[in-house]
Each structure stands twice: as structure tokens, then as C-alpha cells.
């Protein structure tokens, strides 16, 4: 399927659904995130990231009590996965910003 035709589709429906499937077979994954490149963002990124950091070993912890991780244990950890990449990715252009002077 050509890029532009799978671009209006994924626009139609409202869902990245061929980008997301390219991104797990390329062994990667698609996040949505926003963008706060401000430089006053930085400390409440970083603390949202330890937020989200901490929930993650929270959640790893009471799964792997009994040794298994189950179907819904392994939905909260990716959920709080997820959460800690989003809010790196926020905080991302700000460092990138700072390392071209």
C-alpha cells in the first residue's frame, strides 16, 4: 500500500493503526506524545518522569510477588511504561535544545 494512501486512512479513522503495526514489526514502538520544548518545563518533566518510574517498580513489584507477571499485571506495567516514555519525550527537545549551544 503506497504511504500517502495508508496516511489518509490512518486520517480517517483516527488511529495510526499501519504506523503502529510497522513500528512492532520494526521491534519499536509508537507513542503519542506533546511537546513542552520550554526550558522552565525541564524540572517538572524530570519529576514526572520519577513519578512515572516509580509507579512502573510499583507495579513490577506487587506482579512479580507470586514469581508470574499475568495478562492484566503486564497491562499496568506497559500502561506505566508508557507514561514514563511519553513524559521523557516531553522533556527530550528541551535537552536536545541545550547540546546545540
Known amino acids: 500500500m503506497p504511504a500517502d494512501i495508508a496516511a489518509a486512512l490512518e486520517r480517517y479513522c483516527g488511529q ?3 504506523t503502529e503495526w510497522l513500528a512492532v514489526e520494526a521491534g519499536c514502538a509508537l507513542l503519542p506524545v506533546t511537546v513542552e520544548p520550554a526550558a522552565e518545563a ?5 519529576a514526572e518522569i520519577a513519578q512515572h518510574a516509580s509507579k512502573l517498580f510499583a507495579e513490577f513489584a506487587a506482579a512479580y510477588s507470586d514469581g508470574a507477571i499475568d495478562a492484566g499485571e503486564a497491562g499496568k506495567m506497559l500502561s506505566a511504561g508508557d507514561e514514563m516514555l511519553r513524559e521523557y ?5 528541551a535537552l536536545t535544545d541545550r547540546t546545540r549551544g
Open 16 to 18: 495510526p493503526t499501519v
Open 42 to 46: 525541564i524540572p517538572k518533566n524530570v
Open 89 to 93: 519525550m516531553h522533556l527530550r527537545p
